[in-house]
């Protein structure tokens, strides 16, 4: 079985930067393909970046590009969503995703997910 636990959300202003951790348990965490999701209050679930098992290849959404910055530490069982530049738009939950490999549709079997953590954007 494995375990995901999201951390490090809370209260940022706009412009301000915050980085998010997920901690991964009870299976080997290079095993997996690494995400982030979040979710807006009325909007559906959208993947914001995900990384590769060794941390060699990453992706973004357009929304983000240039913003946040995905990365891993296989060593430590653990990834990142470095976030810069934030804006009221970003305001969600954010959600670590855990899966074999990029094209593995989000909603098969063998997805492990946290259970989120709140990013809230406003001054």
């Known amino acids: 079985q494995v375990q995901v636990v999201e951390s490090g959300g809370g209260l940022v202003q706009p412009g301000g930067s915050l980085r998010l951790s997920c901690a991964a348990s009870?299976?080997?965490?290079?095993?997996?393909?690494m995400a982030w999701y979040r979710q807006a209050p009325g909007s559906e679930r959208e993947m914001v970046a995900g990384i590769t098992r060794g941390g060699g290849w990453s992706d973004y959404a357009d929304s983000v590009k240039g913003r946040f910055t995905i990365s891993r530490n296989n060593a430590e069982n653990t990834g990142y969503l470095q976030m810069k530049s934030l804006r009221p738009e970003d305001t969600a939950v954010y959600y670590c995703n855990l899966r074999p490999y990029s094209d593995y549709h989000e909603d098969y079997g063998m997805n492990y997910w946290g259970k989120g953590t709140l990013v809230t954007v406003s001054s």
């Open positions: 009870g299976s080997i965490f290079s095993s997996y393909y």
